[in-house]
């Protein structure tokens, strides 16, 4: 707490009595900007359009900008430096200031009497929170504050012209005005990806049985349900990005992003259901030939939902891999005659491979393709690699691809207070052939312990001066305010 206050203080640089009048550089000088928070051009303008209110009406308006001042309570602060310049004309309070303090996030309306007709608090705090606030949360101060004092002007100029600037702000400020592009935007990306993801629906409940059969059709809802709970864990995760990279919120979240969200949205779901289909696919055919063809079949189909979602390109290369391979397996032997068993019809094939075949293809190692020819030597099985081909080995005794790799049989398990004991093996599952690696000793099991850290952060500040002077000097015109005006935060 005391860290803070000191911090607040070595900041606060303006007190009223510091802040330069810009009247000390001539009587046609309303903008005091002395940290050079506004543009050159931008404090012209304003100089300019302050001129031609004053020569119009005799009103005084003046725009102050800093970064911080002290205290806590920008509107006093305003107030108290409005009373001391006395801006507007002693004998009609029509003097209007804007305090702008950047470091604080704080703008502050202050009105004379005499202003309050012509700009009541109502209209001054709808020009804040419309004109405002919305370019200073982007970090345009130049454009906020030009945006306002213009809104100011052309009701000083043409009080008349309050209820139309008024219905304009109101319009202006409702939030489906200010979004009305992203939500334009949004809407022409969700049926875009909806029609994306019914075409892609429509595609999974094609893939043909082996039977080719019409499948029955299913529902694919679920799918869209993975693809939100992606989205919410993109959404939990960016939050440790906000925090411990110190990304700005506005980086990862806008309303103009909604179309993007849509499309992670349908993306996710698109890429797990393109997935589940080619996964589909090669479950429900043994066959090469037919499972190029189905495959085939699902991705032209899928063209567009996959042309449309980055996400699915992985799956997709995987897919044209596998095909490669399939195609290798459509291959025959050395010779003429040869016929490939179509193993999605006849699924007995103990006639064409031995046992020790048969257990290779029901492991994983590998998996073969059947070639048939009349006469002798006419039965020909060509092996390719399987699933899990990297996990087996020849068997030393069986000769087979069934020998698995070195896993650990657990003989006593450890507790807390012994050791515990295991033996290295490697085994065949076609010949139960083993062959032992030697006994380990297991670690005894440790007691479940928490621990808890703490982190210490600390913050530094820093603060500067700056101050403004002319060849000639003015005055304001002594007028003063009771309080009116409005003001915000952003």
């Known amino acids: 707490m005391l860290l803070s206050i000191v911090a607040k203080q070595t900041i606060a640089q303006y007190q009223v009595g510091t802040i330069p009048s810009p009247k000390a550089q001539g009587q046609s000088y309303y903008v005091s900007n002395p940290v050079r928070i506004l543009s050159a051009s931008v404090e012209d303008s304003l100089n300019r359009m302050a001129r031609i209110v004053e020569a119009k009406t005799s009103a005084e308006l003046a725009v102050v900008v800093v970064d911080d001042f002290a205290g806590d309570d920008d509107f006093q602060f305003a107030l108290d430096l409005f009373n001391t310049w006395g801006v507007g004309k002693a004998s009609a309070n029509n003097g209007l200031l ?67 600037l008024r219905r304009s702000l109101l319009r202006e400020s409702s939030f489906f005005y200010k979004h009305q592009t992203s939500f334009f935007f949004f809407g022409l990306a969700l049926v875009i990806y909806y029609l994306l993801w019914k075409l892609a629906s429509r595609a999974f409940n094609r893939i043909p049985t082996r039977s080719g059969r019409k499948p029955t059709k299913t529902s694919t ?36 992003y909604l179309p993007v969200y849509v499309a992670i949205f349908f993306g996710l779901g698109i890429t797990i259901l393109y997935f589940k289909g080619v ?24 063209a567009l939902p996959i042309l449309s979602m980055p996400f699915t390109w992985v799956f997709l290369y995987g897919a044209l891999r596998r095909r490669q391979v399939d195609q290798l397996r459509l291959v ?18 103990s006639r064409y491979l031995d046992k020790g075949q048969r257990k290779e293809e029901s492991v994983g190692a590998l998996a073969y393709e059947i ?6 030597g006419g039965i020909h099985p060509v092996s390719f690699p399987g699933e899990y081909f990297s996990k087996y080995r020849a068997c030393p005794s069986c000769g087979y691809l069934t020998f698995s790799n070195t896993f650990l049989k657990v003989l006593k398990r450890p507790t807390v207070i012994d050791k515990g004991e295991g033996e290295r093996l490697q085994e065949c599952s076609n010949c139960k052939h083993s062959v032992s690696r030697g006994k380990v000793v297991l670690s005894r099991t440790k007691p479940i312990s928490s621990s808890s850290g703490s982190s210490r952060s600390s913050s530094s500040s820093s603060s500067g001066s700056s101050s403004s002077s002319g060849s000639s000097s003015g005055s304001w015109g002594g007028g003063s305010s009771g309080g009116g005006g409005a003001g915000g935060r952003w």
């Open 332 to 349: 025959p032997p050395q010779g003429n005659g040869w016929q490939r068993i179509d193993r999605d019809k006849q699924k007995d094939v």
């Open 98 to 164: 804007l305090f702008v303090s950047t470091h604080e996030r704080a703008y502050r309306f202050i009105t004379g009497y005499g202003m309050e007709a012509v700009l009541p608090d109502a209209l001054l705090n709808r020009i804040g929170e419309t004109l405002l606030v919305p370019r200073f949360r982007e970090g345009d101060y130049d454009g906020g504050v030009l945006a306002a004092m213009d809104a100011v002007k052309t009701v000083v100029l043409n009080p008349d012209a309050a209820g139309d």
């Open 279 to 302: 996964s589909l696919i090669r479950k429900t055919f043994v066959n090469a030939a037919n499972r190029l063809q189905a495959t085939a079949d699902f991705n032209k189909r899928m």
């Open 371 to 376: 070639w048939t020819r009349d006469g002798p």
């Open 221 to 256: 809802g679920i799918y869209l349900v993975f693809g939100g709970v992606g989205l919410f864990l993109c959404g939990f995760f960016s939050i440790f990005f906000i925090v411990f990279l110190e990304i700005p919120f506005s980086w990862l979240y806008q309303w103009s």
